[in-house]
């Protein structure tokens, strides 16, 4: 596998990213955990999911499959989906990103995420 920097901060990830979306939905829990190892086999160690991917389930699903794993990975969520239905449920507000923030590190079982890309559109995240 190969591996570059992201940025100027050291961070190495592959050049392969597993992207996340389909997780929950329309693949279920079993498979995507087992995607998720073969990744990890396969020296990917980056992997992309959002807080609107199958309303949380992508999230979800890859905190419990990187059990004992966490340090391995390299982990990129988003946020901006809307995942309720009152004026601060989506988008970036600042009450947004605070509530999401707390809501993707439970659902991913980590107390940091590498990566938080506020950079999405709300319907480019939505699951």
Same mark, same amino acid.
């Given at each position: 596998? &190969? %591996? +570059?920097?992201?940025? $100027? ?5 592959? $050049? !392969?990213? !597993? ?6 939905? /329309?693949? #279920? ?14 020296? =990917?160690?980056? =992997?992309? +999911?959002?807080?609107? %991917? #199958? ?5 979800? =699903? @890859?905190?419990?499959?990187? *059990? ?6 390299? !982990? ?5 989906? #809307?995942?309720?239905?009152? /004026? ?11 509530? &999401?923030? *707390?809501?993707?590190?439970?659902? !991913?079982?980590?107390? %940091? @995420?590498? =990566? %938080?890309?506020?950079?999405? $559109? /709300?319907?480019? +995240?939505?699951?």
């Amino acid at each position: 596998m &190969e %591996y +570059t920097n992201v940025g $100027r901060f050291g961070v190495k990830v592959s $050049r !392969l990213c !597993l992207g996340a979306m389909m997780f929950g939905s /329309p693949t #279920n829990e079993a498979d995507s955990t087992r995607i998720i190892h073969r990744a990890l086999d396969d020296g =990917i160690n980056f =992997i992309d +999911t959002a807080n609107g %991917y #199958n309303g949380g389930e992508s999230e979800r =699903i @890859i905190g419990k499959a990187l *059990e004992g794993k966490r340090e391995q990975v390299v !982990l990129v969520t988003k946020v901006a989906a #809307n995942m309720g239905d009152w /004026p601060t449920g989506g988008g970036l507000s600042r009450a947004h990103i605070m509530n &999401e923030v *707390e809501n993707s590190l439970g659902r !991913l079982r980590t107390d %940091y @995420i590498d =990566i %938080y890309d506020a950079s999405a $559109r /709300p319907h480019d +995240t939505a699951g």
